[in-house]
């Protein structure tokens, strides 16, 4: 298996600066394919005006047409990131107002699953909306291999992941959780350096086929049930710099962690938590206070098996 990762690593890791952007526009234009980035947003005007912009002046103008749509879905922020990401040039869904047939739950992964509905591109592209100094690298590094390699299905974002000053020590929960998982129990993914990174590419036709993880275990599911569906070689990493971003108080990385161990026990026997709930601690005034919290132990469907979706002849 150390083989098969090695050999991985040398043949399925890249660094955005092996595909130059004027390459990937003239296989765009060759295949004719098109291209989605889709950023799921909550309560993030501070940043989502800021990649939107750069994402249009950079890969949506007439000189350098590598995406063709753009799309906030806001997932029910109570500050002005709709209105911050519009005037920025984006279109903006509401989590709520797709697929309303289907009530929606809170979680990442939820809004990841319903953005298929209303994007149209053969390639699409996730993107968080919390990134700071992004680059356009994040999105033309990602796709790259997707336009220029037939066999590639599925592509992460490799970075430095820096804490407040400390280079290297973000990624705490991939470090102490999902690394740990992967490295035993799917050996083979263990040559991924951000496994649960929210900056990843993939085919349409390869999501549609995916179930989604509601919340936060929505990256290693997604990772997982590539592996299994379409083989080690047709997934690819692709180095992308540094990603800066806001982190996470400790409480919501356990509650974070707890999703995720939650995704990898269903793939690994299909069953299910005996007791779904997280319970943390907080000092009060007298002394620790428990505060539960519900694990996500919901996942969505195959998008290919909605109706709705199916209706529209999307369905590779």
Known sequence: MLEEVERWLQERSWSAKDRPLDLLLAEKARQGATVSVVLPALDEEATVGRIVTVIRRELMSPEAPLVDELVVIDSGSTDRTAEVAAAAGARVVHRDAILPRIPAVPGKGEVLWRSLFVTTGEIVCFVDADLREFSPDFVSGIVGPLLTDPEVQFVKAMYDRPLGDEAGQGGRVTELVARPLLNLHWPQLAGFVQPLGGEYAARRSLLEQLPFPVGYGVELGLLVDALHTVGLDAL???????????????????????????????????????????????????GFEPRTHEVDTEERPPMAGIAEYRARGRVA
Not at 250 to 279: D, E, K, N, S
Request: aromatic share 4%; glycine share 10%; proline share 2%.
């Open 236 to 286: 690819a990493q692709v180095d992308v710099g540094v990603r800066k971003h806001r982190h996470q108080d400790g409480r919501a990385l356990g509650r974070m962690a707890a999703a995720i161990y939650r995704t990898a026990q269903l793939r690994l026997a299909r069953g299910h938590l005996v007791r779904p709930r997280l319970t943390q601690f907080e000092r009060g005034e007298d």
